[in-house]
């Protein structure tokens, strides 16, 4: 019912900055939360950052100071901002949203980011 596409993944140098959109096909204001995750091979997937329906955000200590999500109500688009990447930022980076009214979550089918050293 909510589709979720991710753009702006790539391959990029150590120190670089890349910036990822999830176009939603319904409109961001009906979502409690959205936020990005991550999954590198071998490894679980993890949050990267969040964003609540007031504008919270909240990052892990990976990642803070470096990646910034934002929002564009008007566009139904959801950005991360990602500064100063590392080899270690490399993984699939997926959007999630989850809907206010029914509680339920719906994942895009994620971007490749690729940090070389």
């Known amino acids: 019912q909510v589709q979720l596409v991710e753009s702006g993944g790539g391959l990029v140098q150590a120190g670089g900055s890349l910036r990822l959109s999830c176009a939603s096909s319904?409109?961001?204001?009906?979502?409690?939360?959205m936020g990005w995750y991550r999954q590198a091979p071998g490894k679980q997937r993890e949050l990267v950052a969040l964003?609540?329906?007031?504008?919270?955000?909240n990052y892990p200590d990976s990642v803070k100071g470096r990646f910034t999500i934002s929002r564009d109500n008007s566009k139904n688009t959801v950005y991360l901002q990602m500064n100063s990447l590392k080899p270690e930022d490399t993984a699939v980076y997926y959007c999630?949203?989850?809907?206010?009214?029914?509680?339920?979550?719906?994942w895009g089918q994620g971007t490749q980011v690729t940090v070389s050293s």
């Open positions: 999630n949203a989850n809907m206010r009214l029914t509680g339920r979550t719906y």
């Open positions: 319904k409109s961001i204001l009906s979502t409690n939360v």
């Open positions: 964003i609540t329906s007031d504008g919270t955000t």
